[in-house]
């Protein structure tokens, strides 16, 4: 088993539109991708999709080496995982398919080989128990696209080696990518349960008549999402509660929780719940002020708003 930091070729196995997007991010790292899909016209696809991914991979840089021509596509999976340094799964969304491929995939899979699962909802704990070596698999969920999108949220099953999680997220981080290693398995994982909480509220409002569509969509990309690309939702609660940050916000907004901004229970603010809240802040922090974090996210919006085409002048 190489080190993440060695690894030459990688095995897309499943070439729709979240593995092609894996495949096409691993080209432009400089790495030979051997793709596997049983579909008809695959291959086909797959290479459309990496040659139309290309000159957005050019703007942003491509690695020494990196080149379209690396891409082999096999006529077997087990041709696809034999040389493989790390093996990304991307099948259809189907939790028996997904079953039988991981135990299909760790059956031809050379002994050691991490084996990263691209599922968007299921846990590794109920894909890998038809595996005989469960040990290796974990889950690498990206975000389409892979090759623009730089999350991945890693976490192992209950059957899965610490070793395994731990290769995965230095191999991702190695490539490019911003790794959140999580702790235990959570159902959506956490970004697509924070999307989907947004996505529920804005169904409602839709469906009482209390919001379009495109007002919805401006009050996000005119409001709150400008900053979010800086500072996450907590950070940005954290400079709401101005020199006193979070502990002043949820001391003075606190109650608010319960008021009918949203259909989503809010949970009991606890003096837990707000110390943790306070600590992880000023963490994240790390030493900035108020007026400095302010300073940092005021020039990164306007950065943003200039980029997109927003009124930025100055």
């Keep these: ?69 690396r891409l082999r596509f096999t006529a077997t999976l087990a041709e696809a995982v034999e040389g493989a340094d790390f093996v990304q799964e991307s099948g259809p969304e189907e939790l028996e398919l997904k079953q039988k491929l991981l135990a299909d995939i760790e059956a031809a899979t050379p002994e050691g080989i991490v084996i990263g699962s ?5 846990g590794m704990t109920e ?27 890693v976490v192992g099953g209950q059957r899965s080696e610490r070793w395994a999680v731990d290769w995965a997220s230095d191999f991702y981080r190695h490539v490019g990518k911003s790794v959140i290693t999580m702790g235990r398995e959570l159902p959506g994982f956490i970004a697509n349960r924070l999307q989907e ?11 009482n008549g209390e919001a379009t569509v495109e007002q919805i969509d401006t009050a996000i990309t005119e409001g709150p999402g400008l900053r979010w690309p800086v500072q996450g939702p907590c950070l940005t609660f954290h400079l709401a509660g101005g020199d006193g940050g979070m502990a002043h916000m949820l001391d003075h907004f606190g109650p608010s929780l319960k008021s009918p901004w ?53």
């Design 1 to 69: 088993m190489a080190e993440p930091q060695q690894a030459r070729t990688i095995a897309c196995i499943g070439a729709g539109v979240i593995g092609g997007g894996w495949a096409a991010h691993f080209l432009a790292k400089g790495f030979d991708v051997l793709a596997w899909d049983p579909g008809e016209g695959a291959e086909e696809r797959l290479r459309l999709l990496v040659q139309r991914a290309w000159p957005a991979l050019t703007e942003l840089g491509l690695a020494q080496g990196a080149s379209q021509d």
């Design 118 to 122: 691209s599922t968007s909802g299921y």
């Design 127 to 153: 894909m890998q128990t038809k595996a005989a070596n469960p040990g290796r698999l974990v889950v690498g969920h990206p975000f389409n696209p892979p090759y623009l999108i730089p999350l991945v949220e």
């Design 197 to 207: 909480a947004l996505w529920r509220e804005a169904l409602h409002m839709v469906a």
């Design 262 to 314: 949203t259909r989503l229970d809010a949970p009991e603010l606890t003096k837990e719940l707000r110390d943790r809240m306070v600590d992880g802040c000023l963490e994240e922090a790390d030493g900035r002020s108020i007026a400095e974090l302010i300073a940092e996210r005021d020039r990164a919006v306007i950065a943003l708003r200039r980029a997109i085409g927003g009124d930025a002048r100055g």
